[in-house]
């Protein structure tokens, strides 16, 4: 069944909704869809209907609101719908519990958040070891803890907010191991001071860690996880300020569950699969589509608004996604260029303070270049395919220069993630410490963005009913 | 109190089967939830080294919780259980 409007938003996080309730607010028939059951993204995740009382009441309140404004607007829901193609003029295509459905609209808003990044270590593909921002979702939206004892490492703000979880939940922490130093905290000074809810929030918790006598180990990293009776072996080593690991093991811990993660990326799926323009921003969380300041991408009607453009956090996304659902609707003629002027003027000004915390967090969780270079090369890097380093290293010495030349001749890349777990590390791989990404490039954007179950696509077809053209003669 | 986090007002209680082996689980859980807080270490083995793999993005993007869920492939993590579901591993033979 295909359906006609003149919006489809894809991702139901704060930006999406927000941009969806802007463009509406002007008139426009506006579609979300997420794959989730409930609007929120990843950072405001909604516990199931199913749950009641306390986790419900502990949801966060700006997601709480965020579903009620929705749910009072014209915007069309649609959820538990993977988008799997989105192709220029615009169609979209989705799978919906009860089969495929499809839209075609005028604009379409990629409001797709962000997604995981580990730096590989050997060992980090054994169960047990999750993701640090997975570690999150499980907390939030399922009240499940990792593990009887978890420690949590790598980098950046989700580490205090995880390792607080689990503690809340009734877990134990057997430590918080930080790649940064106090020092790379205290830098971001300034950007923490301009956000004093959020950073007390973050000292509380820092505080509350301490009192459990969980210990904070700065300047360490990953270097090993190995299977022994009774759950994982963790082998940690210190690293220098580039991130650089040193050999030796300066501590071990026995878990059973490891949460680690090293920042996020931008989740370009649909930008790149319609292969609008993307350049490569460190500090926002790697590939990222190329937009003007009103967050229109090189391809005329795609919009992009969020961490999808690159991370800047759920306050920067709140504004931004207002700004672009307004620039949607003066794009599509809802709205008058005064009536658009006047509107965005206080929006940019709240769009630019909260990117300077966001920015600032996005720092910290930027990807280390020495940290990637000690990768070892037995350590898978592709999960999907089981694609190691070595394999990876091969390839460039054979002559393999780009990312998708990895991929061809590795299959690194090739699998059902498509590349979202890997393709940030083999980026880092091929252009080798400080080099500029551009000439390595990055895994070209392919449909299916989801493993697709071809018979629910095909419906109920009846095979002996399809008119077959008579065969060719022999 | 295993992994269920303290406090927590779970849906009411299902059972379904995975790999024929009945576990215990609340409506609102996840598959990837009910079968880790059951103990279920291994959901697959992966392709070429036929190493155990289970969740790990817990967001529907790594698919490496990928089973099969009352015959559909699909990842554990944005399936939700129901009772009687019948849920295999997901190796592909």
């Known amino acids: 069944m295909s359906r006609e409007t003149d919006v489809v938003v894809v991702g139901g996080g704060p930006a999406g909704v927000e941009a969806a309730l802007a463009a509406a607010a002007q008139g426009l028939r506006v579609t979300v ?8 993204g990843q ?35 649609c959820f538990e719908h993977a988008v799997w193609s989105v192709s220029p003029g615009f169609r979209v295509d989705a799978l919906a519990p009860d089969g495929p459905a499809s839209w075609t609209a005028r604009a379409v808003v990629v409001a797709t958040g962000a997604q995981e990044r580990v730096v590989p270590f050997p060992g980090w593909t054994r169960p047990g070891v999750i993701g640090l921002a997975g570690t999150t979702i499980m907390l939030k939206s399922q009240g499940m803890l990792p ?67 969980v210990p904070f180990l700065y300047r360490h990293a990953v270097q090993a996880v190995e299977e022994v009776p009774g759950g994982l072996r963790v082998l940690l080593t210190r690293v220098d300020r580039h991130g650089a690991p040193t050999k030796k093991v300066a501590r071990e811990y026995l878990v059973d569950a490891l949460a680690v993660g090293n920042g996020l990326t931008a989740s370009t799926d649909i930008t790149r699969l319609l292969r609008a323009a993307h350049h490569y921003d460190a500090l926002r969380g790697g590939w990222v589509p190329t937009l003007d300041a ?10 992009v608004a969020g961490d999808a453009a690159g991370l800047a956090g759920a306050d920067a996304a709140v504004a931004d996604g207002i700004l672009t659902g307004l620039t949607v609707a003066r794009d599509l003629g809802a709205m008058t ?43 898978i890097v592709c999960r999907c395919e089981d694609v190691t380093r070595a394999e990876i290293d091969a390839a460039r010495s054979e002559g393999a220069q780009t990312a ?3 991929k061809a001749w590795t299959r690194c890349g090739m699998g059902p993630c498509q590349g979202r777990i890997c393709g940030d590390i083999v980026g880092a791989l091929l252009a080798a410490g400080e080099a500029p990404r551009e000439p390595v490039g990055y895994f070209t954007g392919r449909t299916p963005l989801r493993p697709l179950p071809l018979n629910l696509l095909a419906g109920d077809v009846e095979y002996t009913s399809l008119k077959l053209p008579p065969p060719a003669p022999l | 109190m295993g992994l269920r986090g303290a406090g927590i007002e779970r849906g009411r209680p299902l059972r379904f089967f995975f790999d024929g082996t009945p576990i215990d689980a609340f409506a609102g859980e996840s598959v990837a939830s009910a079968l880790l807080a059951a103990g279920v270490r291994s959901l697959r083995a992966s392709p070429r080294a036929g190493a155990p793999r289970a969740t790990f993005c817990w967001m529907g993007i790594c698919q490496e919780c990928t089973v099969v869920a009352d015959g559909v492939r699909r990842p554990a993590c944005r399936t939700e259980v129901r009772d009687g579901m019948i849920v295999l591993t997901g190796t592909v033979p």
């Open chain 1, 147 to 213: 593990g009887e004892r978890t420690l949590v490492a790598g980098q950046g703000p989700l580490l205090l907010a995880v390792a607080v979880g689990i503690l809340k939940a009734g877990g134990q922490v057997a430590g918080v191991v930080d790649l940064a130093s106090p020092a790379d905290w205290a830098r971001e000074w300034r950007a923490l001071a301009s956000r004093p809810r959020l950073t007390a929030r973050g000292a509380g918790w820092r505080a509350r860690l301490l009192r459990a006598g």
């Open chain 1, 33 to 40: 869809l997420d794959e989730a059951p409930q609007a929120g």
């Open chain 1, 404 to 406: 998708n030349q990895v």
């Open chain 1, 294 to 303: 009103e967050f229109r991408s090189s391809l005329p009607g795609l919009y």
């Open chain 1, 337 to 379: 260029d005064t009536a658009y002027r006047g509107a965005i003027g206080s929006l940019r000004r709240r769009a630019r303070r909260a990117r300077s915390f966001g920015t600032a967090m996005a720092r910290l969780m930027a990807i280390r270049p020495a940290h990637v270079a000690a990768i070892p090369a037995e350590t």
């Open chain 1, 43 to 77: 950072v405001y995740r909604a516990p199931p209907h199913a749950f009641g009382g306390t986790i419900q009441r502990d949801a966060d309140p700006i997601g709480v609101a965020l579903r009620q404004r929705l749910a009072a607007s014209s915007v069309v829901t």
